[in-house]
């Protein structure tokens, strides 16, 4: 479980191809507080810490993982988007993250606003799977590459979000462009919320 709050950029440092799978080595600055078998949000794909050595660590993301994310699309020396699992103990700043990307999405537009940013992205609209509820709603959550963010101008194959410069300099967004492809989680709260809504009389 996962709050969508980012801890920081890592870098790639190297991708390697195993049949349908693909073994990504990272270096982040908390490679000392890692440990195999730990979850770890890769631009909102969670994901599990398969080896270390003093300062990288490998994970890998099967074919599943590879159709339905942008994982499969990172080079080396691309900055992914990290997040340890949430700390039960805590205030919850973002909202409730699983790390199971939903689809992708790709960047229409990006705006500079007086110092902040609008992204404009767009996603394939499915009819049924948008009644149980995988779309964006007004000032709704969804989660972006991992991030938490406030959903702007939701229309029903689109949406915006507005970025801070806090996390457009330490998350990957200062790397998005028109033409990126980006992870879209949506919020798991109004997933169950239509499903049951499905169930009424």
């Not at 599943?64 to 700390?87: A, C, P, Q, Y």
């Not at 998350?171 to 492809?181: A, M, P, R």
Request: hydrophobic share 35%.
């Amino acid at each position: 479980m996962f709050s969508g709050i980012v801890e920081e950029a890592a870098t790639v440092l190297n991708r390697v191809a195993d049949q349908g799978n693909l073994h990504l080595t990272l270096k982040c600055s908390f490679i000392n507080e890692l440990k195999i078998d730990q979850s770890i949000s890769h631009n909102g794909v969670c994901l599990t810490v398969v080896s270390m050595t003093e300062d990288s660590y490998t994970v890998t993301a099967i074919k599943e993982t590879l159709d339905k994310t942008n994982l499969g699309l990172l080079k080396i020396g691309d900055k992914v988007n990290l997040e340890r699992s949430m700390m039960m103990n805590g205030r919850l700043d973002g909202h409730i993250v699983q790390g199971h990307v939903d689809q992708t999405a790709v960047c229409t537009k990006v705006e500079e606003n007086e110092g902040s940013w609008y992204f404009s992205f767009e996603y394939e609209f499915n009819k049924e799977m948008a009644r149980q509820g995988y779309m964006t709603v007004e000032k709704g959550s969804v989660c972006v590459n991992g991030v938490s963010l406030t959903v702007v101008n939701s229309k029903d194959n689109s949406f915006q979000v507005a970025i801070i410069p806090y996390t457009y300099e330490f998350t990957n967004f200062h790397q998005i462009k028109e033409g990126s492809v980006v992870n879209l989680e949506f919020d798991i709260i109004g997933k169950y919320l239509s499903k049951l809504n499905r169930y009424q009389d």
